[in-house]
């Protein structure tokens, strides 16, 4: 049995951050930066930010530079039999930390996300995710545990969310590298502290609005910042669950070159017919996009893009279904890691003739079908502005089988028991 969790170059600061557990880092302990109490974030209301707060021109928050910024958790999570680690989940040191400017909220690195723990929960999966903390939280003051431990257990506990409650959507969710992003924000909600914060992608670092207003835990599962907040400011309004899904089915793949698509490439696994052009977009849609594109996330070199109207794409979910068509499918089991790689015949040739990407949480858009459904959501950032084609095997599958994605599942004690019986067969693996 392999007991080596993560590398020791992962998030290597076990004596300095356990040191720093609870206490202020002195990266913050400066003019432009004010540690609140955590007691004046749960008692006082929000101050709404006058300007978008991700700021591309600022110096980060914390220091790039520091040895706290160079993570890789090992590319594997343990099954029963076999601990391994999984690779990568923080591996953004080249990317600016996003900082909170001109606004009276700073992450307070005791606290993480204002999850409104305690509270009823607001969706199916809030159930799990609030278990998840509440069985970690016993662990997180714990300081005979290493920051390579926790990330262990916190990865460990993402995958029991998932396989737990909407076993459906883990294809999805593996093949957009998503699990990579609940795992940093579970990572800020459950062991919150400056090398977790520090690590975490621009695209999923919290928000003003989710560091100090209640809201559903599911929300920080989205990799839309502008988008959480208009979600948080609203979420009494949605069913947070159904906005997950209606995102998890509208998801429009990236191309990141002008690839010229061999005649007959599409043909055989599009519908020509049945296109969804977003040149026109809805009419909420029309009269919402002039208002100014939010600033870039990071100052990252951007690869060359396909962007134009005319450029074809597809929505990641009917990729997936193709590929489950062609009998591959990620089992959502600890031993198969957080990533997937589409291996279909299918779905490689159309990957390769359009140049598509899937895992870069800054290229992930939505149609603006989304939108439609959810018009008071709308965020110029997040649309994608591809002419997405459908791929007949959605409609074929879900004629075959009705709804394959379905919907979280309701919580039971019996989920309760195996994620407790989980951590504890995890940690005696760490003694």
Known sequence: MKTDIINDNVLDADDTTNAQLGQQPRSLQSP???????????????????KDFFQDNLPPLLSTGSSLTNANVENDISNDDDIQVVEGLFDYSTTPIPTLRNLQVVPDLRTGYNSGVGQEARCKLDQYITTLYQVLSHHAQNPSLTMKQRAKLCAEGVLWVVREAWPEAAHFWKTTASFKGFFQSEMWRNFPNEAVYGQMHPSYCPTPRQLTVPHSPLIDWLPWPELREKLIEQQDNFDVDLVCKIAIQNVVAHRTTSSSVPAGVAASNNNNNDRSSVAQGSESTKTTTKTTPPPR???????????TATATSFRVWDLCLLEEKAGFCPPVTSSTGLVYTPASAEVKAIEK????????????????????????????????????????????VAAGRGDILGAPQKFSPAAGDRLQTLINRVLETLT
Do not use: C
């Open 32 to 50: 432009d930066y004010t540690l609140h109490d955590s007691s004046m974030w749960l008692s006082q209301p929000p101050n709404a930010p006058t």
């Open 297 to 307: 996330l990071s100052d990252r070199p951007k690869r060359s893009s396909t962007t």
């Open 353 to 396: 003739a359009y140049g598509l990407e899937y895992s870069n949480f800054e290229t992930q858009k939505l149609h603006p079908r989304f939108f439609e459904t959810f018009p008071t959501l709308f965020v110029a950032s997040a649309v994608s502005h591809y002419v997405v084609q459908d791929l007949p095997v959605a409609v074929e």
